[in-house]
């Protein structure tokens, strides 16, 4: 038996993998780390049995206990709770938290030489340098959920680095592709969370609305495949049938296809190396017919223009972009700030915090808080 530690357990991508660890039976959950959800937790510990578990404060740990009374598992709280899961012995960690609370336990987990299922993208957004070279250092290894990386990771499975001309990262478009600018002043927030093709959690549908996503997905796929911004590409293709594809130095295009099925992908950086059976539905090109693809409007969606600026900036330009936009999301979701002004929050605290190279993991955090407050200030003048 191999052991796993879940973070973000009760979330979308949390609950796909547990459905996949059930069917694939050679693997012992040892911990699970989710927020407030503790009625969905306490069903995964009666099932899974972990040793530890992790909530976000102490009034959810009084409830997670009041739900479990008899049982062994040990309860922490907080961003210690979610390091020490990720520290706990276990061969793989699957970080499927959402935001930046993600990059310390991405470190704990790289930092003790275990796989990183990483479906946490802000982690790598924020503090990508400082993770890698702690993977590095440990002889840790990452292999991404993000079905685009996912995609990415096995089209270079043979590839050598000088061979690859540019990756090509396919983005839905989000619900808002055809609608015409003009009309983007209406949006909603109910508009907003209808993705055409997936089913995700709240933060990151507003962020496929914005395509604040794909930005973010071009700085996780910087660095995970340590390849320059000028030979990342993004390409819309609204079915998510095509979930990215890698162009070599002879023209050869290596694409990896299958349906919106974020399962794929989960059990893909479990079990890597080996490539598992699967009972999910298959791709049936046959019935699809036609595979579309368009250029992205970077005029409409403000949010995938700075988020490639500030991967091209590096530094510390990508966690402060990271954290005004979560600041900017979240209020968005209250309806406190309308959908056009994320970019202009994001954009303005951008302006405001000066670029520098982070040399640790305590300058990113107190980057992230600077940017948080900034972007708290500028939500609070509302619009
Ligand atoms: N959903 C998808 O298909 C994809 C997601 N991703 C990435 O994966 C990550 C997770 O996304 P998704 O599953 O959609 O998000 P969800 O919102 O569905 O789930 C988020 C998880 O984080 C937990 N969480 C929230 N706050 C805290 C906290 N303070 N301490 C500990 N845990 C906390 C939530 O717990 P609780 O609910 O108990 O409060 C929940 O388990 C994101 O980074 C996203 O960008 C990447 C590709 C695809
Ligand atoms: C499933 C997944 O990986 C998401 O990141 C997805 O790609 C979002 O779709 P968009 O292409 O609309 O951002
Ligand atoms: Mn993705």
């Known amino acids: 038996m191999k052991r796993i530690a879940i973070l973000g357990s009760t979330g979308t991508i949390g609950v796909q993998a547990l459905e996949v660890l059930s069917q694939l039976d050679t693997y012992e959950v040892v911990a699970l780390a989710a927020g407030r959800n503790v009625e969905r937790l306490a069903q995964q510990i009666r099932r899974y049995r972990p040793k530890l578990v992790a909530v976000a404060d102490d009034e959810a740990r009084r409830a997670l206990r009041a739900l479990v009374p008899g049982d062994p598992v040990d309860i922490v709280v907080g961003d210690e709770g979610l390091v020490a899961c990720a520290a706990y012995p276990s061969d793989v960690v699957l970080n499927a938290v959402v935001g930046a609370r993600g990059i310390l336990p991405a470190l704990a987990a790289v930092g003790r030489g275990a796989r990183l299922a990483l479906a946490n993208k802000e982690c790598l957004v924020a503090a990508g340098d400082l993770i890698l070279r702690a ?54 927030v109910r508009d907003a969370l209808r993705h055409p093709n997936w089913h995700m959690g709240q933060k990151i549908t507003i962020d496929s609305a914005t395509m604040m996503n794909k930005g973010l997905e071009v700085i996780e796929a910087h660095h995970l495949f340590g390849v320059p911004y000028d030979k990342i590409a993004v390409l819309v293709h609204p079915q998510s049938i095509v979930h990215s594809m890698v162009e070599f130095v002879d023209g050869s295009v290596m694409a990896q296809l299958a349906t919106a ?14 490539r598992l059976p699967a ?84 300058d990113v955090l107190r980057a992230d808080a600077e940017a948080r407050r900034l972007a708290e200030l500028y939500v609070s003048k509302g619009g």
Request: charge should be negative; proline fraction near 9%.
């Open 135 to 188: 993977m590095r250092d440990a002889g840790g290894e990452i292999v991404p959920v993000d079905s685009e990386h996912c995609a990415l990771h096995q089209c270079l499975r043979s590839g050598r680095p000088e061979e690859i001309r540019r990756l090509v990262l396919t983005a839905s478009g989000g619900p808002f592709r055809s609608w015409p600018k003009a009309r983007m002043a209406e949006v909603t």
């Open 261 to 274: 099925d974020m399962r794929l992908p989960i059990q893909y950086a479990i079990t890597y190396p080996d």
């Open 279 to 362: 009972p999910w539905p298959r791709l049936d090109l046959a019935s699809v017919g036609t595979l579309h693809f368009e250029e992205p409007d970077l005029d409409k969606f403000r949010c995938l223009r700075l988020a490639i600026e500030a991967g091209r900036a590096g530094g510390i330009a990508p966690c402060v972009l990271n954290a005004a936009n979560e600041v900017a999301v979240d209020a968005f979701l209250r309806e406190a700030i309308s959908f056009l002004r994320i970019p202009e929050v994001v954009e303005a605290v951008l302006a405001r915090v000066p670029n520098e190279v982070p040399q640790s993991v305590d």
